[in-house]
């Protein structure tokens, strides 16, 4: 690597942190403690945060931490999950990447790619399911554990196949 690949690739891998650690912070506001579940939408042509999202109740609506949670078949319905609240008002979110904290479950997933996005990143492999997974590729979405990426997000970035993607 020449001195420039080499300040790209520090500059990217300090960008996946950078989103990974707002996605982790953003996710400490949730109201609901059985997953605090944090979302970023990170544009890579643009190089900058989008849209950041968390699970919570409807504005307004009773939170978890103050009348417990609402559970239906061992889950809480109570929560916006992170990834549509972070999704939810954007008007354009096609060609970015999400960095969630935890791997998403089927109906996120469904949204994940219905808007466009062309890879999710996640750090929790959280309730992770065939299905979801299967979904997700079939709508040719890169999957990746953070963990994994974060050692070359350079590599990561390639399968996209945008020089540009990767560039400071
Ligand atoms: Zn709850
Ligand atoms: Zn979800």
């Not at 040719?140 to 350079?154: G, H, Q, R, S, T």
């Amino acid at each position: 690597m020449n001195q420039r690949d080499i300040k790209s690739f520090e500059r990217l891998k300090e960008r996946f942190k950078i989103n990974m650690e707002f996605a982790i912070r953003i996710g400490q506001l949730s109201t609901c403690d059985r997953a605090q579940v944090g979302a970023v939408l990170y544009d890579p042509k643009k190089k900058s945060i989008k849209s950041m999202g968390y699970n919570s109740s409807l504005s307004g609506h009773p939170h978890c931490d103050e009348v417990g949670h609402l559970m239906v078949d061992n889950h809480c319905l109570r929560s916006i999950h992170a990834e549509i609240n972070c999704l939810l008002d954007v008007q354009d979110a096609a060609d970015c990447i999400l960095f969630v904290t935890h791997f998403p479950c089927i109906n996120c997933a469904k949204v994940i790619i219905k808007k466009g996005i062309i890879g999710v990143v996640y750090l929790d492999s959280y309730r992770k399911r065939e299905e979801t997974v299967s979904i997700l590729e079939e709508a040719k979405i890169n999957i990746a554990l953070f963990e994994e990426v974060v050692i070359n997000p350079v590599e990561y970035m390639e399968k996209f196949g945008n020089s540009a993607l990767i560039s400071r």
